[in-house]
């Protein structure tokens, strides 16, 4: 083992002190924010959290086309707390407390007295980037813990010379493999900003091979899944590079950073910081990794908030950065004016980052102050997207279970459900059972693999499909119903129901041509 005695002789004193009270207050507003936000929203699930919903049911560990992290967190949430929003919505508002305190740790880690540690927690505290991401139950909260606490990890790692830490860094990295593998991403950065730095000599140790070793088996049942079901990450990322990562520009990446809040100047800050203030010179190796992060997704035209893991870090380097001033009065209106902004800017983006305004208001807000309205696919609707996708879903599933009560009761017993996408199969079992329903399937991602069922399908109720695409599968074709939500994304503004009868094949039969739609 390589270990060298602490360099934290070389930091200024007021890294010796972590001011705990201030990062605790910082966190109980964090979280006292996100858990008012959620009972006073008039909105509902998230198509995404549906999804979540039902790997977890649908549980297998070891063959899940998705990390299974969410699943499993969403079937413990389920278990102790039930189905309601407060009690599933606490597990990211929770992640969101952890990632303000991370961020003033971070800032203590580099050398940062109490105004760093203060402005990099507040920093998290107010971006929208962090608000959204702390609001659903999603692997987005996941992943941004995932990153941070690696490179926290690697900053400890380079004040100390400790090798052991590769150990914390493949931990952090295994824990974000069973999350995303956007994880990868940040592996790479610290391997590249390994190689361009004096801890390079680190790599001739055993211990960043065994921290790889522990990463990979930490997120084995990413990649045993994806061995097994013939990697259909390839089929998702084809799906997600044509039907959206298509409208993503590089200067569209870089200018969407901005609107993640004043933060990103502090991004910028961290960026000289790492240069000319001594304290952080050490730190380089963490610079190192968030710039390669920053060039890869940059050239492979990544979405924006992609890049926002890294931020955490950025935030409490920029920070230290604004602490080093040495001229007084420059020092001074630069560090107060930083906080202005962040929290000016927090307040006045509150509604992008937590769902608080009913739609009508949130339509004339977003409207007002130009905030992009445009789906993944480049579709213009009346409110952001995320917002879009938590309405109307419950009423979707109301409308099936008329159509499906007012079947014969011969017919019920038979009638297999099938929602078209992802968001309207999640919501019919999620649902479902509250309004009589079966459990449905679907032919979209992630729910082909769930499969077809044993009926054969002799009558089907579909919701999402037009009569027309039913027809060439069914002998009678019945446009039922058809809901209007105006307010919800493009797709499912006016859903129709159609009931079929009499399939030309069984489900069983058919379902193995209708895989690989991942929507």
Request: charged letters at 15%.
């Amino acid at each position: 083992m390589t270990q060298s005695t602490t360099n934290l002789d070389r930091l200024p004193p007021s890294s010796t002190v972590l001011h705990r009270h201030v990062l605790v207050a910082l966190a109980l507003a964090t979280l006292i924010l996100h858990v008012l936000a959620n009972l006073v929203s008039p909105y509902g699930f998230h198509r995404d959290e549906f999804l979540y919903f039902a790997m977890g049911r649908h549980l297998q560990l070891f063959r899940m086309d998705f990390p299974p992290a969410i699943a499993i967190l969403s079937e413990a949430v389920r278990g102790t707390l039930g189905d309601g929003l407060f009690g599933i919505r606490l597990v990211p508002a929770l992640c969101a407390t952890l990632l303000v305190l991370l961020a003033g740790l971070f800032a203590w880690m580099l050398g940062g007295g109490r105004y760093a540690q203060f402005l990099a927690g507040l920093a998290v505290l107010g971006s929208p980037l962090f608000m959204r991401a702390g609001n659903l139950f999603q692997p987005v909260v996941l992943d941004q813990v995932a990153w941070t606490l690696a490179l926290l990890a690697l900053a400890r790692l380079a004040a100390t010379g400790d090798s052991r830490w590769w150990l914390a860094i493949g931990a952090a990295c295994g824990f974000g493999l069973l999350a995303k593998f956007s994880i990868a991403f940040i592996g790479f950065g610290i391997f590249l900003a390994t190689l361009l730095t004096p801890q390079r000599r680190q790599l001739g140790t055993r211990w960043p091979w065994v921290g790889a070793a522990l990463a990979l088996a930490i997120g084995a049942p990413s990649i045993v899944g994806q061995i097994r079901l013939d990697f259909p990450i390839v089929l998702q990322m084809r799906g997600l590079s044509e039907s959206q990562l298509e409208h993503v520009s590089p200067l569209g990446f870089v200018m969407t950073q901005l609107l993640f809040g004043p933060g990103t100047l502090l991004a910028v800050a961290a960026a000289a910081g790492f240069v000319v203030v001594p304290a952080l010179r050490p730190f380089r190796i963490v610079g190192w990794a968030c710039l390669v992060v920053f060039l890869v997704l940059l050239g492979l035209r990544g979405k924006a908030y992609y890049f926002g893991p890294v931020y955490p870090a950025l935030y409490a380097a920029g920070a230290v950065t604004l602490e080093h001033i040495a001229r007084p009065r420059l020092g001074t209106a630069l560090r107060w004016g930083a906080i202005v902004l962040v929290v000016a800017f927090g307040l006045f983006s509150l509604p992008l980052g937590l769902p608080i305004l009913p739609p009508e208001a949130m339509a004339r807000y977003a409207g007002n102050i130009g905030a992009a309205r445009r789906n993944n696919q480049g579709q213009l609707g009346r409110l952001p997207q995320d917002y879009a996708d938590m309405l109307g879903w419950e009423e979707e599933v109301r409308a099936v279970a008329r159509v499906y009560h007012a079947l014969p009761a011969a017919e019920r017993g038979e009638v297999v459900i099938v929602g078209d996408n992802y968001g309207e199969a999640g919501a019919l079992e999620f649902y479902g059972p509250r309004y009589g329903l079966p459990a449905p399937i679907s032919p979209a991602g992630t729910y082909w693999q769930f499969g077809p069922g044993d009926k054969p399908g002799t009558v089907v109720i579909v919701l999402g499909e037009e009569p027309e695409s039913l027809r060439q599968h069914a002998d009678s074709v019945l446009l039922a119903a058809r809901v209007v939500n105006p307010w919800g994304v493009v797709e499912e503004q006016d859903v129709p129901i159609v009931v079929g009868r009499r399939l030309n094949t069984t489900l069983q039969a058919l379902w193995p041509s209708l895989g690989g739609r991942y929507r």
